[in-house]
Structure formats: structure tokens, C-alpha cells
């Protein structure tokens, strides 16, 4: 079996966030840049299976020249190859814009089974998987926990709402986007960090952007809308302020 | 027919309150673009009626039975391209994540995704989503001609007193749809063994969040819940790691609690975290970032290191109550 893994690489959770000097977006100069979680959760679910079924796993992410350490991490971690898409301009791009994108450089690879996160931690658009799929005409199914390959294709456990899951089955090709939580994700040893070096990754460059369907116009911090009473002072000083909200207004003392 | 419409969502003939919260959205973009907000769902068996639209699309075809993301593009995009409406609503439900990008993707649109406000903009209406797990607002705005294709947010728009009113006329619209262009077959929905814990009930919770970083510091959560006689709860990343089993999950796709107290401890406060606690009639947050979004439905909130704080207010409250 072979699968692709789209990965998006997006700051680090505890970055300070300040808004760039145009208001279009976020200021990138000092920030740290991770995996995007779900992705990491597809990773692993790639990892699994190809282990179970056997095949190859390739890891494809777009973005600038910083990616290329997701993309090596993922290798160490046990991604067979990768393919890094060189694109200065994700702004410049919506959706439809990145999923072209990774439609044209999977069409070369014909994989079996394509996974991608369930949403991405910057954007937060939980489309580009659904969209991809759209885009290369395979079935697709959403907030995927377990993978399972059978004679006719797969079988996949979908998280719906309020705890309640539904299994889905579908033949191949097909795409899945994955939610966070479905296996125990592993480090890389120091054994694959050094594999990591011999493997290959491919660039790939993005055709010009084209027009966009929607625009990202502005980007500013939330006004509050509660007023939300802070207690201040040394942890001891907090804790007696807590204590007496806990007694005389929430009364659960 | 230009102007709105809504795309509602039932399960076993009732609807769900995020499909009337859409309604409310589809009459406020209704007012700012002009025409009429009208509604659809699809295979209810026209049993269910709702009032205060122009008019009930009531799509109906035995294989819309049971949800597949294939079956409802393939009647939406029959149904969008038979009225034209100028902009497509749908309540931000796992359903519609699953179908609605797709949708959108074959009229060449992108959707604009769980979106929390709306206002006039220069050029046609603006659509507030939120960025980076809500640390950040961003403006959207289409900018291709056509359909615009809208998710709305859980709790963003005021659903009280939508969906009464005048009953719609209900006009059935029967689409063209074979099984073979059906690839996926859906199981029905189960829950997980049963459950131990019932949140729910739960007069006092703590919830724990990644901020305690790692597995050992749930022992001093347990002593602050054990001290206040609460429950212990957490958010999802706690969960996926295996630290506290997934019954004790509170958000989207874990419990719904209403607890007098909800104390967040470490918690950022992720739209799907808050869905599931809004309804707590106090809520007190101890997050060390001060732009942290939880404090956005915190009634006391205190910033600082939840690691110098917990063990000082387990502590008092063992104090309090000799
Ligand atoms: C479809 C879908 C469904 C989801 N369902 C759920 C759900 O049901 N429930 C849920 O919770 N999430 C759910 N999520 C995930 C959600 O989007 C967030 O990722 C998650 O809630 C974040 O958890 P957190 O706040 O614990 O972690 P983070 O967002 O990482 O926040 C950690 C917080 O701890 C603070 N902190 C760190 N160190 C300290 C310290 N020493 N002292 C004090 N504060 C500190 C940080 O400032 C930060 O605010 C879902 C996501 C999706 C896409
Ligand atoms: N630039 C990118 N490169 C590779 N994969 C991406 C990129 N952007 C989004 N994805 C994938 O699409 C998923 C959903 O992203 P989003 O639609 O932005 O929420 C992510 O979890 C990734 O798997």
C-alpha cells in the first residue's frame, strides 16, 4: 500500500503572536514553527500501517524553505521519502489554491491512500483533505480515529459529536483526514535521525498562484466581550482571593 | 432566487439547535444583501416543519437515508444550481465538515468556514472566523463571483425564537442520484463501553488542560478536585495522551457539562473545548497567557504558573473548610 501524508508545518502552540505590520497576517520573524498536530497523528497511522500492510510512505508538505524540517523529521521518524513543494506565497493562496497544489504533485505519485490532518492549528479551515479529494475525484472521510485495511479497501472509525463514532467503508484510492488521539504518537530514534540523511526528498514548484475564491482581508486580536474579574498577587495572596469567590459568589465552599 | 440559503441538519426527524442558529445567521445576511432566507433539508420524510423562512426545500431520495458526503453533494449541488441562491448557509457540524468543502469545491468556491460574526464591508458582507485555536479574528470576504458558501460557528448566532413563526410552504424537490455514485458506505453510529463517570451531573468540575505537561501532575489536580469535592475532567490533548481515559473528556466531541464551578487549569480555551463547558454558571481560569481565549468566558480568571498556584489553593481550600 502506498500513502501520502500531507503535513503543514504552523507555529509552535506557546509562540507569542503579534499581528504583522500590514494587519494580513501574523508577524513570522521570531516565531518557531512544529508540526501541525493532527498531522503528526496521520503520520503515525501511515507509519502503522504500512508496518501491518507493508508499502511506503511519502510526506508531502508545501511551504517555504523552513519546512524542509518537518519534512526531515518525518523521515526520521520512518516517512520513506518526501516531497516539499516550494511556495513563498501560501497567503497569496486559499484552499483551492494549496489543495491544486498538492493535487499536482500527488498525481505523479498515484497512491493508494492519502492522509491528512482533520484541521490545521494556524488556519484552522479543516478543508484542504476534503477539498484534495474533491480535486482528484476519490471518496473521502473526516475525523478519522482508526485506519483498518480489509479485501474490498478500508474500514474507518469516524469520530462524530458527543462521543459517538460510526465506522465507514470505502474502496481505494481514497483520502482520510485524521483526528488527534487514534494511536500513541513515537519519537525519532537517534537510528532514524541518521537514516533520515540518506533518504530523498524531491522539490517540487508550485505553479503561479491563480485567482482567489476568498480572501483573508485582516487579522486582529478578539475584543473581549466578557468582563472577566482577575485575581492578582503572590500564589498564596490568589488562593485566599479564590477561596472567598469560592464561598460567597460561586458558594461551592 | 439571489439572497440565502440555509442547509439544515436533522437526525431522525429532529433538528438540531446549530441548524436554527444558521437561520438566525441566514436572516441577518439576508437583511444585509436583500432577498428572501429560505431553507433546505434534506431527507426528513417532510415531517419536519419550520417556520420563519420564505420557504422549505425538502429534498427527498431514498438514498439520502443515511448521510454520505457523496450523495449529499450530488443532490446540493442539483438543488444550488436549480435556485442560485446568492450565498449557501450551513451550521459548522462534523457532517458538514465533512461534505460542504467538496460542495463548494465543485461550483469553484471556497467555504468560508466556521464563521463566529458577520458585518457590511466595502464591498459585500465580511465573515469573521477565528485563527490560530481563537487567539486571533480574521476578516474573510469572496472574492470569486457566484454561490458563497458559509459554515457558521456553535453558540456565534442567537437561535432563540427561530424556526417558529408562519409555517413555510414546503416545496419537494426530488434530485437525480444512482447508489453506483455512492463510494462509501456508512456504519450507524455506537458509543464507546459504557460509561463510569457522568459528567454531566457533576456539580463542581476541574478541568486539566496540556498546560500541566506531563502525565505526574495529574496527582496534584486530583488533590485540588479531591479538596473541592469535584469531579476531574480535561481537555482533548490530555485524553490523547492516555492520561485521563476519554469519558473524562469535556468539548465537541466529549462531554457537555454545566457544573456550577468549572475550574480551567491550563486550559487555552479552543472553540471545540468551550462548546462543551459554556454552559457552567461560573467559570475560574488560571492560565499563565494572558490572551489565553478561555479567559474570554472566565468569571475570575488569574494568570500566572498553574504549577506555584494549584498546590497553594488546594491548600487554602483545605483550610476553608478545617
Ligand atoms: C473536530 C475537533 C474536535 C475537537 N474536540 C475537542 C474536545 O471535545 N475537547 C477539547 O478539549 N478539545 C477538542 N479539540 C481540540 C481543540 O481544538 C484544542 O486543540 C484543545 O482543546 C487544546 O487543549 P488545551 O487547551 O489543553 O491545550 P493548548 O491549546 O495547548 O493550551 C495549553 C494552555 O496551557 C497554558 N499553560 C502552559 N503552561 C502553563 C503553566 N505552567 N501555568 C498555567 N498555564 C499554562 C498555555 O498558556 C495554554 O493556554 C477538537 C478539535 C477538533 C478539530
Ligand atoms: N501547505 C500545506 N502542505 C501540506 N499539507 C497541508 C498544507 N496545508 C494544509 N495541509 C493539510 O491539510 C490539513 C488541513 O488543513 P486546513 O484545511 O488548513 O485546516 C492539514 O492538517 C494538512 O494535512
Redesign the pocket.
Known amino acids: 500500500m502506498k500513502i501520502l ?5 504552523v507555529p509552535e502552540r506557546d509562540a507569542q503572536i503579534h499581528v504583522a505590520a500590514d494587519g494580513k497576517w501574523i508577524d513570522e520573524d521570531d516565531l518557531s514553527y512544529t508540526i ?1 498536530e ?2 503528526a497523528y ?1 503520520l503515525e497511522e501511515a507509519l502503522q500501517l504500512k508496518e501491518k500492510n507493508g508499502g511506503e510512505v511519502v510526506v ?4 517555504p524553505e523552513r ?1 524542509t524540517s518537518t519534512l526531515r523529521e518525518a523521515l526520521a521518524k520512518g516517512a520513506d521519502r518526501a516531497i516539499h ?1 516550494e ?1 513563498d506565497d ?1 497567503g497569496e493562496r486559499d ?1 483551492l489554491g ?2 491544486r ?2 493535487a499536482e504533485a500527488v498525481k505523479g505519485e498515484s497512491p493508494d491512500l492519502i ?18 479529494a474533491e480535486l482528484l475525484g476519490i471518496p473521502h472521510a473526516t475525523i478519522i480515529m482508526q485506519v483498518e485495511k480489509t479485501d474490498l479497501g478500508l474500514r474507518v472509525k469516524r469520530e462524530l459529536e458527543d462521543g459517538w463514532f460510526q465506522h465507514v467503508e470505502m474502496p481505494f484510492p481514497a483520502l482520510l ?2 483526528q488527534s488521539g487514534g494511536n500513541k504518537l513515537r519519537y525519532a530514534t537517534l537510528m532514524g535521525i541518521k537514516k533520515a540523511k540518506t533518504k530523498e526528498t524531491a522539490t517540487f514548484s508550485a505553479s503561479a498562484a491563480g485567482a482567489k475564491a476568498v480572501s483573508l482581508e485582516k487579522v486582529y486580536l478578539p475584543e473581549k466581550q466578557k468582563r472577566t474579574e482577575m485575581l492578582t498577587g503572590t500564589p498564596a495572596e490568589i488562593a485566599a482571593k479564590l477561596v472567598e469567590k469560592l464561598k460567597f459568589d460561586v458558594r461551592v465552599l | 432566487m439571489s439572497g440565502v440559503l440555509v442547509v439544515l441538519e436533522q437526525r431522525e426527524g429532529e433538528l438540531n439547535r446549530m441548524s436554527l442558529e444558521a437561520v438566525a445567521a441566514g436572516h441577518l445576511l439576508a437583511a444585509k444583501v436583500g432577498g428572501e432566507c429560505s431553507a433546505a433539508m434534506l431527507s426528513s420524510g417532510g415531517g419536519l416543519k419550520v417556520g420563519g423562512v420564505a420557504k422549505l426545500y425538502s429534498v427527498e431520495h431514498e438514498l439520502l437515508k443515511d448521510y454520505t458526503a457523496d450523495g449529499y453533494c450530488a443532490v446540493l449541488e442539483q438543488l444550488v444550481k436549480k435556485l442560485e441562491p446568492g450565498y449557501v448557509l450551513f451550521p459548522h457540524t462534523y457532517q458538514v465538515r465533512d461534505f460542504a ?1 467538496a460542495l463548494a469545491t465543485r461550483f469553484g468556491q471556497v467555504l468560508i468556514s466556521d464563521v463566529v460574526a458577520m458585518h457590511d464591508g466595502d464591498v459585500g458582507p465580511v465573515f469573521v472566523r477565528q485563527l490560530l485555536q481563537g487567539k486571533l479574528n480574521a476578516d474573510y470576504r469572496q472574492t470569486a463571483s457566484g454561490p458563497c458558501f458559509v459554515s457558521v460557528q456553535a453558540g456565534s448566532f442567537r437561535a432563540e425564537g427561530e424556526g417558529s413563526g408562519a409555517e413555510a410552504a414546503v416545496d419537494v424537490f426530488v434530485p437525480e442520484l444512482k447508489p453506483e455514485q455512492i463510494r462509501s458506505k456508512p456504519g450507524e453510529p455506537f458509543r464507546e463501553s459504557a460509561q463510569t463517570v457522568d459528567l454531566s451531573v457533576a456539580p463542581v468540575i476541574v478541568s486539566v488542560g496540556r498546560g500541566i505537561g506531563e502525565e505526574g501532575n495529574i496527582a496534584m489536580m486530583q488533590e485540588l478536585a479531591d479538596a473541592l469535592g469535584a469531579e476531574l475532567a480535561a481537555s482533548r490533548p490530555i485524553c490523547d495522551n492516555g492520561w485521563l481515559p476519554m469519558e473524562r473528556q469535556v468539548g465537541s466531541s466529549g462531554q457537555t457539562v454545566s457544573p456550577k464551578l468549572y475550574l480551567a487549569v491550563g486550559i487555552s480555551g479552543a472553540i471545540q473545548h468551550l462548546v462543551g463547558m459554556k454552559g457552567s454558571k461560573a467559570v475560574i481560569a488560571i492560565n499563565k497567557d494572558e490572551h489565553a481565549p478561555i479567559f474570554e468566558v472566565a468569571d475570575f480568571g488569574v494568570v500566572g504558573d498553574l504549577f506555584e498556584i494549584v498546590p497553594e489553593l488546594t491548600k487554602a481550600v483545605l483550610a476553608a473548610k478545617g
Not at chain 1, 501524508?5 to 508545518?9: S, W
Not at chain 1, 508531502?60 to 511551504?63: I, K, S, T
Open positions: 501524508v500531507a503535513v503543514k508545518q501541525n493532527p498531522d496521520a508531502v508538505c508545501a511551504g519546512v513543494i511556495a501560501l484552499t494549496v489543495a497544489m498538492l492522509l491528512t490532518g482533520l484541521q490545521s492549528d494556524d488556519l484552522g479551515l479543516g478543508q484542504t483533505g476534503v477539498v484534495l483526514t485524521i | 468543502p
